[in-house]
């Protein structure tokens, strides 16, 4: 192949400058690029597969030699990986994803990366490799790397198509670090996006910072409070409210035609009270009525297997020290459906949230779905939402310039 990518034009002597290191390519290498891109007409898809798959043996061959291997198969990577003007994620060296940048990414001494390979679990990586392919020369030069923790921590710009823009010098270019990272740092000792699958946590199945609400929240009193009254002594929601509300819709159930469970009794044991609270919540089709009940049984019995699951995690640390916690609910409905509930508390000895905090539903794109803004003196905000099994969806709590982001599956 003679065509000549306008990337490979970048400054060459300034890489010379730094004494980077640099892999030879050998015949094989280009014989087996120029036939695995050739399956391509397109002659701009050509030319871009034909570099990264150079870059791919490049990569392999610098680990191979340092006792790593690249565990993907070049010949296995999918044509959108190949072809594509974005870096190749999902690589796999050991237990890291890494995420090789070529020469398409490199602008004026500058690395481009799409926000979605830093932000979206699907792509993110715990190392970005930066490898440039000098083909007249028949070598890559390993310009540099950076660890996705690192990247986090920096002022990040974006250009006119959204892309992050990070400076070449920004990048590590000590290989000797790259490899210590590789052989002897822990992948969890780099924190990546991760999705959290809800479904799950309904088999008691729950990743690491996610906690109990009574463990998060500690004694911070129930939301059904402002509906109802709180026992003097315990600070817990009466028994004698709990069965005003039975009552009440009963009631409501009589005028709509609807009565679904007996509550004549005078009095109700606390059994029967569960019994009569799970009867609602499994029969009821109004989805406030059921998000009601599942908090009455969270005040009376938490581990009760027909209120859902809820979890909550502190944010504080991601959140400019913000003290605040994010709290999800998920509630399975009927025809394998669940309702969500996402909603955030301060924490510690604040008592509101921050006027302004907001929290932010996104769609898996990134395209917003939801806005709730924290006003004075709101001590939590919440949304709820009905979701399929498979659906993906992220929560985003940000102030000012502060955000923290999780990423969730049904």
């Known amino acids: 192949m003679n065509t000549r990518s306008d990337y490979e034009q970048v400054n060459r002597a300034y890489y010379r400058q730094l004494q980077l290191e640099t892999i030879d390519l050998e015949p094989e290498d280009f014989q087996q690029a120029n036939l695995l891109s050739s399956k391509f007409n397109n002659e701009a898809q050509k030319w871009q597969a034909y570099l990264k798959i150079l870059a791919l043996f490049a990569l392999k061959k610098w680990l191979s030699d340092r006792h790593l291997r690249l565990d993907n198969r070049i010949e296995s990577l999918t044509t959108n990986q190949i072809i594509s003007s974005e870096p190749m994620s999902n690589l796999q060296v050991g237990g890291f994803k890494v995420c090789l940048l070529t020469n398409e990414s490199i602008v004026n001494k500058r690395i481009e990366i799409p926000v979605k390979m830093i932000n979206s679990p699907d792509f993110a990586a715990h190392l970005y490799i930066v490898i440039q392919v000098l083909v007249e020369e028949e070598e890559a030069v390993i310009i540099g790397f950076i660890r996705h923790d690192k990247f986090k921590n920096q002022s990040l710009q974006k250009n006119e198509i959204g892309n992050y823009k990070l400076s070449l010098s920004e990048l590590n270019s000590d290989s000797s670090h790259l490899i210590l990272n590789l052989k002897y740092l822990s992948p969890a000792a780099i924190e990546i996006p991760q999705k959290e699958k809800l479904t799950t946590w309904l088999e008691h199945i729950f990743t690491a910072g996610w906690q109990s609400v009574e463990e998060i929240l500690g004694n911070r009193k129930p939301i059904i409070q402002m509906a109802f009254i709180l026992d003097k002594t315990t600070e817990k929601l009466s028994p004698k409210?709990?069965?005003?509300?039975?009552?009440?819709?009963?009631?409501?159930?009589?005028?709509?035609?609807?009565?679904?469970?007996?509550?004549?009794?005078?009095?109700?044991?606390?059994?029967?009270?569960?019994?009569?609270?799970?009867?609602?919540?499994?029969?009821?089709?109004?989805?406030?009525?059921?998000?009601?009940?599942?908090?009455?049984?969270?005040?009376?019995?938490?581990?009760?297997?027909?209120?859902?699951?809820?979890?909550?995690?502190?944010?504080?640390?991601?959140?400019?020290?913000?003290?605040?916690?994010?709290?999800?609910?998920?509630?399975?409905?009927?025809?394998?459906?669940?309702?969500?509930?996402?909603?955030?508390?301060?924490?510690?000895?604040?008592?509101?949230?921050?006027?302004?905090?907001?929290?932010?539903?996104?769609?898996?794109?990134?395209?917003?779905?939801?806005?709730?803004?924290?006003?004075e003196r709101d001590d939590y905000i919440q949304f709820k939402f009905t979701a399929d099994v498979g659906d993906r969806f992220s929560l985003q709590v940000s102030l000012n310039s502060a955000s923290v982001t999780k990423h969730f599956i049904i």
Do not use: C
Request: no cysteine; glycine share 4%.
């Open 241 to 375: 409210a709990v069965k005003k509300i039975l009552k009440q819709f009963q009631m409501t159930q009589k005028q709509r035609g609807k009565i679904q469970t007996d509550l004549s009794q005078a009095e109700l044991s606390d059994t029967e009270v569960n019994k009569a609270l799970v009867k609602i919540l499994q029969t009821t089709e109004d989805e406030e009525t059921r998000w009601q009940i599942a908090e009455l049984l969270w005040e009376i019995d938490p581990s009760h297997p027909a209120a859902g699951v809820r979890r909550a995690i502190d944010l504080g640390m991601h959140l400019a020290g913000v003290p605040v916690a994010l709290m999800i609910a998920i509630l399975p409905k009927p025809n394998q459906r669940f309702a969500v509930l996402s909603r955030v508390y301060p924490l510690q000895d604040q008592s509101f949230l921050p006027a302004n905090l907001k929290l932010i539903g996104l769609d898996e794109m990134g395209e917003s779905l939801f806005e709730i803004r924290a006003r």
